[in-house]
């Protein structure tokens, strides 16, 4: 429907000739949804409404570029084009080449020809608007074609670059899966980052994920990404193998004080602007979200995977390439196959996170499978040299060396208006960043508005952690505290501009720790 709604084919067409392919369109596609009701299927049958479609494209692309108004425009005798003349030109002789292409492309999934070494299947994609349907058609093995039309031939060079071409040091598996034969020149170059210093894998204690009782595993995920985002201030991209998982994480996410949204929630690209403008953003997205994600240092501090990115076995590709692997060596595919093929997506997206010699940031797996699995280690091994540990209180150090931050404490207040009456409830959260252990308190303001909520929250939390302290006969004088709250209430803390029956304990307060930081966070209706 893309390609035929073009200016090109409105302008040239005739509107019958239009609704009749529109209409094949439908068939051919219907056809094709009515295999199966799963998100993702093979297609293992000739399709014959998609084989008619593409003939008919194909027969367009025939009769128009016989029709082709511009094909005698070389000639000697024929004067020059405008320059919209050539412009449409240019777009005539691209809709004519885009209608071979995708006719190619549906004789390739139509037909079971070539079955025995293609992979043939259909995808449902969830868009915000509807559900559309996307066509496959891959080589079990790309190795034979790359092989003929790269490699062959004395006369040609190919290089290939890339920071995630190795596995175990070595190139054996990407010259195997892509056909490189004889002996290559080779080099496994030093990394260009001090990784040591700039990036950190942590890996917690956590439960195993258990598929007859997932809810500890997402109630610990969920905690310890929790626990994350007070130590990294949010800019934090939480990816998930799963959309269950995706799901279940967030509806436990509700109550963060960071700016926090969610694949599906918005379209792709617009997610990525609002992460990349939004500070302090958290986003929770499904693994593949991180290809091609490129946010400036600033704006992402922190990876977390739910577990190892495994390729998922129902997948027709997946299926149909570790099936003829199992076929030359029952049992092999999953080392030579499943545990590569993660490991190179650990690797891509550790390097999603330092791209530059300033970025500092962490990569936390939360897959005990990490430590207790030989395939684990293996992976870890693979990855950058980063610093390697299972304390968070190594994370907080980590990031209060990146931060320069002299916060022992983090203090989140939020405001939100009654339900029942017009009075603010300012609620506060204490945290001790070393550890992560939590605690808070709400209160009601009958006056006022959602800023002076917040203030008087910050000052009663404060009050409380300096009681605390107190008690623990420790010095306030020798910590710091970081106070997370609204934009409009940062500003009016940073100018003084406070309500008349809270500045003075306000300022007694302030006045009582080593240091007192301020972030502001957006609004949620901007976020």
């Known amino acids: 429907d893309q390609l035929l709604a073009g200016a090109i084919f409105k302008k040239y067409l005739e509107d019958s000739r239009l609704d009749d392919l529109v209409l094949q369109n439908g068939m ?22 998609l084989k008619k479609l593409a003939g008919d494209l ?11 108004p511009f094909r005698h ?49 259909a995808e449902r994609i969830r868009g915000s608007r509807r559900l559309r349907l996307r066509l496959h058609a891959a080589p079990i093995d790309p190795s034979r074609d790359l092989a003929r039309h790269l490699f062959e031939g ?54 195993a994920f258990n598929w007859r009782d997932k809810d500890p595993f997402y109630d610990a995920v969920a905690a310890e990404i929790e626990r994350l985002l007070n130590v990294s201030r949010g800019r934090a991209l939480c990816l998930f193998t799963s959309w269950t998982g995706l799901q279940q994480v967030h509806e436990r996410l509700n109550d963060v004080a960071w700016p926090l949204r969610a694949q599906g929630q918005r379209p792709r690209n617009m997610l990525l602007d609002w992460f990349r403008n939004t500070p302090h953003s958290v986003l929770l997205a499904r693994m593949a979200f991180w290809e091609g994600v490129d946010p400036p240092g600033d704006d992402m501090s922190l990876g977390v995977l739910d577990k190892l990115p495994f390729p998922t076995p129902s997948d027709p590709l997946h299926e149909a390439r570790t099936n003829a692997l ?9 080392r030579k196959y499943m545990v590569p093929l993660m490991t190179l997506t650990l690797k891509q997206g550790f390097g999603r996170l330092i791209r530059r010699t300033a970025d ?35 994370v907080y150090q980590f990031y209060r060396d990146a931060l320069a931050s002299q916060a022992d404490f983090s203090l989140n207040v939020f405001a939100a208006e009654s339900e029942e009456t017009s009075d603010w409830q300012g609620r506060w959260q204490l945290t001790r960043l070393q550890d992560g252990m939590t605690d808070g308190k709400a209160r009601t303001i009958s006056e006022g ?34 106070l997370r709250c609204s934009a409009a209430t940062a500003h009016r803390l940073s100018t003084g501009a406070l309500p008349v029956n809270v500045k003075e304990k ?20 901007e976020t």
């Open 154 to 207: 004395e006369d040609r060079t190919v290089i290939f670059t890339s920071a995630t071409l190795a596995t175990e040091g070595s190139f054996a598996l990407f010259k195997g899966r892509c056909g490189v034969t004889g002996d290559p020149m080779e080099l496994v170059a030093d990394p260009v980052f001090d990784y040591s210093q700039q990036a950190l894998l942590y890996q917690p204690a956590l439960p």
């Open 326 to 334: 199992e076929e030359i060596e029952e049992g092999s595919s999953f």
């Open 506 to 525: 306000w300022l007694a307060e302030c006045a009582a720790w080593k240091s007192l930081d301020l972030i502001g966070l957006p609004p949620e209706e």
């Open 73 to 121: 425009q070389n000639e000697e005798d024929h004067p020059p084009l405008s320059a919209e003349e050539s412009e449409e030109k240019a777009n005539y002789e691209l809709a004519v080449k885009g209608l071979g292409s995708l006719a190619g492309k549906l004789k390739a999934v139509a037909g079971s020809s070539r079955d025995d070494i293609t992979v043939r299947y």
């Open 449 to 482: 508005d959602n800023t002076e909520a917040e203030i008087h929250a910050a000052a009663a939390g404060l009050h409380n952690l300096r009681q605390r302290v107190t008690k623990a006969e420790r010095n306030t004088r020798s910590f710091g505290v970081e």
């Open 58 to 68: 194909s027969t367009l692309q025939d009769e128009m570029r016989q029709a082709n």
């Open 28 to 49: 051919a596609f219907a056809e094709v949804e009515q295999i199966s009701d799963k998100g993702i299927y093979r297609i293992d049958s000739d399709l014959h409404e």
């Open 360 to 394: 500092r940031g962490v990569v936390a797996i939360l897959d005990e499978r990490l430590s207790s699995r030989g395939y684990g280690s293996q992976a870890r091994r693979d990855l950058p040299p980063a610093q390697f540990s299972r304390s968070f209180r190594t």
